[in-house]
């Protein structure tokens, strides 16, 4: 599983962090060269109120990087912003 947590921390404290949101993206199978995701966005603060689903399926796992798979998994949560192609 990968875990997406972004955080905020006052310049120089890392004690001062805070959560401001937390992405779960799950393998679901495939090939060795393509996959499937499940990816669940959840709550602030939270590990199991989940407010957004979806998932990524046929992904290029070993042609892109991880950056790529997070933009589609925040395509699919949140198809109703205007991203472009």
């Given at each position: 599983?990968?875990?997406?947590?972004?955080?905020?921390?006052?310049?120089?404290?890392?004690s001062?962090?805070?959560?401001?949101?937390?992405?779960?993206?799950?393998?679901?199978?495939?090939t060795?060269?393509?996959?499937?995701?499940?990816?669940?966005?959840?709550?602030?603060?939270?590990?199991?109120?989940?407010?957004?689903?979806?998932?990524?399926k046929?992904?290029?796992?070993?042609?892109?990087?991880?950056?790529?798979?997070?933009?589609?998994?925040?395509?699919?949560?949140?198809?109703?912003?205007?991203?472009?192609?």
């Open positions: 599983m990968i875990v997406v947590k972004i955080e905020l921390w006052p310049y120089g404290f890392e001062g962090k805070v959560e401001l949101g937390r992405m779960l993206i799950a393998n679901q199978g495939g060795h060269k393509r996959g499937d995701y499940g990816v669940r966005v959840l709550r602030k603060g939270s590990e199991e109120k989940v407010l957004r689903e979806c998932k990524v046929d992904y290029p796992r070993v042609s892109y990087n991880i950056w790529r798979l997070i933009c589609r998994a925040l395509k699919g949560t949140f198809p109703e912003e205007n991203w472009k192609e």
